[in-house]
Structure formats: structure tokens, C-alpha cells
């Protein structure tokens, strides 16, 4: 991942634009080059939505420098019968870079 | 895109094991090594768990050659008021390669 070390933004239920903000605020504000967005299962496609808001209406000098998927095992407890299961779980990490004007 | 020109599976709203059987069938039967896995919206999660389900339960030599994100316009029109206008929908292209022994 050529986005080691970077400060990562989790996305998770909020609003997409908490997430918008805190990229952008990250961006500019603690003048890093670049951030990490993460997501897992439902949220993938809320990661992907956020990162193109902030690459086509905020900051168009923004550009994707990787992006990685992936899955992990994690356990479910069934509510109902308080069996527990294995399930795999899909993640993204998407890396975003300042282009150098 | 390394995986120009090869062919293309595109996740919809179809059980997810159906995607699953129709990558294993190009990859296998017709001799191809690489297969592009394309979903937008709400499907780009069911694309990587998709392609996750093939890589760690039926062919370990697999590999993510490739992911691209991105998004664009498309227009809408409310049913109710019959007014049209465009909306940006996220997309990811995932290329797999099968790894040579």
C-alpha cells in the first residue's frame, strides 16, 4: 500500500458528508498528501461514493494513488440460538494523493 | 487496466453464487487468464465479496491484478414530479488473473 503511515478515515453510518469534511479538513488543515478510506461490507460502496465527491466536486487536484480490496473471517453470534459462526467479511482500502502543482 | 479485452462479468442483483459459478466458468473453461468483475452502486460490495468467495474457497490461485474506482452522471427523472436530473453513481472495475504455476 503506497499510503503507509497516513492518517485513515473509517466510513461508517454517518452522513457521506461528515465523511466529505473530515477528508477534505484532513487534506488541507494538517497539510498531509495523502489519506487512507476504509470501509467493510455495506459501507464499500459509501467509501467509493465519498472518495469521487471529494475528487470531482471539492478538490479536483485529488487523484486515487491505490486502492486494495480484501476480506477477513470475523464471528457471529446467532441472537436467537447463541451459536457461534465464522463469516468473511469484504473491506477497501482506498488511498488518495494530492497531485503537486 | 491491465485486463483490457478480457471478459467481463458484471455483478447485479442475481444470487451471489451465480457470479461466483459464471467466473470460475470463463477462468476454467475458456482458457482465459483474466476476468473483469464490474458492478456499480449498491453492488460494488457484492462484486468484492464475489471476488473474495473465489479466491479463498475455490481458486487459491487467483489474484487481484487490478481495481479501479470511479463514478459518473446519470440522469433520473422523479416518478412523481416527472422532473429529470442527474445523480453520480460510483463504480469499481476489479481484474483477476489466474497465477501461472
Known sequence: ??????????IGKKPIM????AILTTLIEQGVNRVVIKARGRNINRAIDT????????????KIADVQIGSHEINVTDPNTGQS?????????ICIEKEQE
Do not use: L, Q, T, W
Open 51 to 62: 472518495v469521487e465527491i471529494v475528487r470531482h466536486r471539492f478538490a479536483k487536484n485529488v
Open 85 to 93: 459462526r465464522s463469516r468473511r467479511v469484504s473491506s477497501i482500502d
Open 18 to 21: 461528515n465523511y466529505v469534511v
Open 1 to 10: 500500500m503506497v499510503c503507509e503511515g497516513a492518517p485513515e478515515i473509517r
